[in-house]
């Protein structure tokens, strides 16, 4: 690193003023740049980082977010941009990368990739998950700096404000050490909307649809998408009947406070109770505005019921319920569904996204699939656990995407059963002719460590087993990291 004398003692002095015993959490933080020496820590802290270390760093989190052409063609530096949390096992420590393009005429594909990276011992990693949201914006900003300052005198002054507000915002966390990550999902919506037998339809209980009662007060359960987790998933189904409502509204500072997700649910062949359900989902929102909350919020068009879907009057309604939800929410990340339990896939879908949601490294993978499927020549791809939840997924078009998601559904079930009657060889289910002569599924499962993964390839064109085959290990251990950190 090139620095004068004089820098050096001056970094060291603001070291000494600004750490404080409560931000000793961060451990490290890297500008690396993707030069003409490949992967490079190029401002570092502490300065003393041990370069082995630094390289790592440097390498790690370039190469995952790269490798093919993402940006090789040099349109799409705004859109290039991804968080993600990684782990560090070999150094014992956990960071979380943003990755940005910087414009550079000389360099292929007119920009250089660049991570800015922030260390912290592995056993702190809550930390990341918990502050995500803040830890964000401050990256972005930065990272916004690095861009358009080109000279390093003026990025290792950028590099230094931000460690200084990093350090700041560590301070003022109230329990930067706590262990877990506590999540808490939210089902509101009127009595009889549909929520308990949503949550029973997710886990396939289906006897327990038929028995189910309105549910007194709340119900809790948690959500376990991978056995082993950082996070505690809570869901709370939140009674609808109007003493519930009116409870939880009360105490809005117990039931709506703190909220990480929100599932909203509307009947929408109730369509004499469109008003007062609107009029539910505006007093949510305005308790939520009030604790400056702004969890991201799928709406649940429920009962839509595979037989209405011709029905004129249904779509008339689920219009005029849409575009109310939009009037009353600008300040939310608000995503619509139709829903049956009718329609298992539709329940999944939904609830799969709003999962997604909590995920900080939803990006990541999405740039897995996404490079996955170019190296295979797929349309579209979907990532499922063992329990069918969507972890990831991706699609060239919304046409291929659409299209796919009808299928998926049959071909799980298609693949349990093979499996369940030992007719499988291999794990492989291979169609073609499902919609059209020339389109082609694919169904697999995949091992990640100890995880059981499926895959499901959509391809429009040719089919190519041994792409998929020659492909899937390097995948398999790019999911790794990502895995282990999903959530
Ligand atoms: N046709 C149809 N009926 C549904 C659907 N989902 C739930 N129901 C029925 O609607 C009724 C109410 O469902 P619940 O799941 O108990 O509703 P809830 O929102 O939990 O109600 P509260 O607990 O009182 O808030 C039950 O009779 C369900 O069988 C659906 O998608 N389609
Ligand atoms: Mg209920």
């Known amino acids: 690193m090139t620095k004068s004398k004089d820098k050096e003692n001056r970094d060291k002095q603001t ?10 959490i961060i451990e490290t933080i890297v500008l690396s740049i993707f030069d003409e020496n490949g992967p490079t820590p190029k401002i570092y802290w502490p300065h003393d980082l041990d370069e082995q270390a630094g390289l790592l760093i440097a390498m790690k989190t370039i190469s995952l977010l790269m490798g093919d052409s993402t940006y090789q063609d040099g349109t799409e530096i705004e859109g290039v941009n991804y968080f993600g949390i990684l782990p560090f096992p070999d150094l014992k420590l ?26 912290i011992k592995e056993e702190n990693k809550v930390f990341f998950y918990e502050n ?10 930065s990272a916004t700096q690095i861009q358009k300052n080109k000279q390093l005198s003026e990025r290792e002054l950028i590099m230094e404000e931000f460690r200084e507000e990093i350090f700041e915002f560590a301070s ?19 009595d009889k909307a549909g929520k308990s037998s949503f949550l029973f ?5 289906y006897s327990e649809i038929i028995k189910s009662m309105p549910t007194k007060g709340v119900e809790r359960s948690e959500e376990n998408i991978f056995e082993e987790q950082n996070s505690q998933i809570s869901v709370w189904d939140l009674g609808g009947q109007q003493q519930y409502r009116e409870k939880y509204l009360e105490q809005s500072k117990i039931y709506l406070y703190n909220v990480d997700l929100i599932f909203y649910f509307i009947d929408i062949q109730d369509v004499a109770r469109i008003d007062e359900t609107i009029e539910l989902f505006r007093r949510i929102i305005n308790k939520l505005i009030d604790f400056e909350e702004f969890p991201p919020i799928v709406v649940c068009l429920n009962k839509f019921d595979p037989d209405l879907k ?29 829903t049956s339990i009718f329609d298992h896939w539709s329940l999944i879908s939904a609830y799969s996204f709003g ?3 909590l995920s900080p490294n939803r990006e990541l993978f999405r740039n897995q699939l996404k490079k996955f499927a170019k190296k295979t020549n797929s349309d ?88 998929i085959e020659k492909n899937l290990p390097e995948f398999s251990k790019n999911l790794v990291d990502l895995i282990h950190t999903y959530i």
């Open 380 to 467: 579209a791809i979907l990532l499922l656990n063992e329990n069918g939840i969507i972890l990831s997924n991706f699609s060239k078009t919304d046409i291929s995407g659409q299209l796919f998601e009808v299928s998926a559904p049959h071909f799980q079930s298609l693949y349990k059963n093979f499996k369940e009657f030992k007719l499988l060889e291999q794990d492989f289910i291979v169609s073609s002719g499902i919609t059209e002569k020339s389109k082609k599924v694919i169904f697999k499962r995949i091992t990640v460590e100890k995880y059981n993964l499926y895959l499901l390839l959509f391809l429009e064109k040719s089919l190519e087993i041994d792409k």
């Open 172 to 190: 003022e966390v109230k329990d930067p050490f706590s262990t877990r990550r506590h999540i808490k999902i939210l089902l509101v919506g009127l």
């Open 15 to 24: 070291e000494e003023e600004t750490i404080t015993s409560k931000s000793e």
């Open 132 to 141: 995500m949201k803040y830890l964000r914006v401050i990256m972005d900003k």
């Open 201 to 205: 339809g997710i886990k396939r209980k």
């Open 94 to 119: 956990n960071g979380l990368t943003y990755f940005f393009l910087i414009p550079d005429d000389k360099a292929r594909g007119k920009a250089l990739a660049a991570t800015i990276t922030i260390l």
């Open 310 to 338: 011709g029905s004129k009057e249904i779509f008339k309604n689920l219009e005029i319920i849409a575009n109310a939800i939009e009037l009353n929410s600008d300040k939310f990340f608000i995503k619509i569904f139709q």
């Open 355 to 357: 999962l997604s949601q």
